[in-house]
C-alpha cells in the first residue's frame, strides 16, 4: 500500500546572527514572526532536555526564532554559541540537505532585493523547459551563505506534463 503524502511542515536553519538572519527573511522574503527570539540554556527543564537529545551533551546555549512563509511552512532559525561557518556552503557531494526553494512569480523583482540585501546571485535565471513552459528558475544565497532556489511557479506545475497549456 502506497503511504498518504504528508505535508511538509517547516525547516531549522543555523545562522551566525539571528536578528541579521530575521530581518533579511522578515524584510526581503516576507516571511512573519511566529516566535520573537528566546534563549535556551542546556539544562534539565524539558525544552533543554529536547536539545541534548538532539544535539548531544556541551552544546551550551542557543537562541532561537520561528517564522513562517505564506503557504504556513515554518522556518526555525538557529544561532548556536561557537558557531562555525562551512569551509564550503554547496558541499553537494555531501549528503543531506544542501538547499531548499522559494517561489515567486516575479522571480527577477525577489533577485534583485536579495542581492541589494546582502545576498548572492549564484548563476544566471535559467529557463525551465523554455520551449514548453514559461518557468524560470535561480540559486541564490542569504547573507549568511545558506543556499537557496527561487522559483516562478510551482514545483509540481514546474515538473509535472501537461500542467501548463
Not at 535556551?40 to 537529545?53: K, L, P, R, V
Not at 504556513?72 to 555531501?94: C, D, T, V
Not at 546582502?118 to 524560470?136: I, L
Amino acid at each position: 500500500m502506497t503511504p498518504t503524502p504528508r505535508s511538509f511542515s517547516h525547516i531549522g536553519l543555523s545562522v551566525p546572527d539571528l536578528e541579521k538572519a530575521i530581518a533579511f527573511y522578515q524584510e526581503v522574503l516576507g516571511f512573519y514572526v511566529i516566535m520573537e527570539p528566546t534563549e535556551i540554556i542546556e539544562d534539565d527543564s524539558d525544552i533543554g532536555q529536547m536539545c541534548s537529545d538532539v544535539f548531544g551533551t556541551g552544546w551550551g546555549r542557543l537562541r532561537i526564532a520561528h517564522l513562517a512563509t505564506a503557504d504556513r511552512i515554518g522556518f526555525e532559525l538557529f544561532e548556536f554559541e561557537g558557531h562555525e561557518a562551512p569551509k564550503n556552503n554547496l558541499n553537494y557531494r555531501q549528503h543531506g540537505m544542501f538547499h531548499f526553494a522559494i517561489q515567486d512569480p516575479n522571480l527577477e523583482e525577489l533577485l534583485a532585493r536579495i542581492v541589494a540585501a546582502g545576498g548572492k546571485q549564484r548563476m544566471p535565471v535559467r529557463a525551465y523547459f523554455p520551449n514548453e513552459k514559461p518557468y524560470r528558475m535561480v540559486y541564490v544565497e542569504d547573507p549568511f551563505g545558506i543556499i537557496f532556489e527561487l522559483y516562478s511557479h510551482s514545483y509540481e506545475l514546474t515538473y509535472s506534463k501537461g500542467a501548463y497549456a
